[in-house]
T-cell receptor, first 115, second 117 residues
């Protein structure tokens, strides 16, 4: 069974600075997908970024980028130029390719961006 | 693109009554829809997976007779909480997966807060 671990329950960062949220996972699968979702106080889950495991290039979406280390089973999220609107819970999630449809979530990291 | 709506956003009901929550994919056809429950300050807990026209697959420990799921079309799934009790009070979130783009990705609705008095 796959597991996803987010070791930082809470983090804070000053506005305009950079912050990295960590995520590690455990799987015996070779092909899979990894995701970061953001859940602001409104509780709407928003897809931030997705990574296909067969792609070596790290995914980027504007100020959000990942450091995907497949051998180390690590998938960290870097937020550059942090904005107040980035304050949210961030969940790392894993999905195997094919087979189960399920997303396996980490427990989340609560990020606070301070003015 | 990939917008999912839920209705209602909040509902308060009396113990013993049934409540229906709708989940709609607004701009894509959802091959698969998922229902989650989220307790305060916790991650999402998958309740069931439904494919259009098929019976839902429930996770272990989820009572299928209590949480009725219907996925009657490619854009609509409903969750009915039957004979609701205060312990069913929670935040319920649906998600949908397209059959034609980013087929590995779930897009989430805004959630429904259920309070059972």
């Amino acid at each position: 069974a796959q597991t996803v671990t987010q070791s930082q329950p809470e983090m804070s960062v000053q506005e305009a600075e950079t912050v990295t949220l960590s995520c590690t996972y455990d799987t015996s699968e070779n092909n899979y997908y990894l995701f970061w979702y953001k859940q602001p106080p409104s509780r709407q889950m928003i897809l931030v970024i997705r990574q296909e495991a067969y792609k070596q290039q790290n995914a980027t979406e504007n100020r959000f980028s990942v450091n995907f280390q497949k051998a180390a089973k690590s998938f960290s999220l870097k937020i550059s130029d942090s904005q107040l609107g980035d304050t949210a819970m961030y969940f790392c999630a894993f999905k195997a390719q094919g087979g189960s449809e399920k997303l396996v979530f980490g427990k989340g990291t609560k990020l606070t961006v301070n003015p | 693109g990939a917008v999912v709506s839920q209705h209602p956003s909040r509902v308060i009901c009396k113990s013993g009554t049934s409540v229906k929550i709708e989940c709609r994919s607004l701009d894509f056809q959802a091959t698969t829809m998922f229902w989650y429950r989220q307790f305060p300050k916790q991650s999402l807990m998958l309740m069931a997976t439904s494919n259009e026209g098929s019976k839902a697959t429930y996770e272990q420990g989820v009572e299928k007779d209590k949480f009725l799921i219907n996925h009657a079309s490619l854009t609509l799934s409903t969750l009915t909480v039957t004979s609701a009790h205060p312990e069913d009070s929670s935040f319920y979130i649906c998600s949908a997966r397209s059959g034609s783009f980013n087929t590995d990705t779930q897009y989430f609705g805004p959630g429904t807060r259920l309070t059972v008095l």
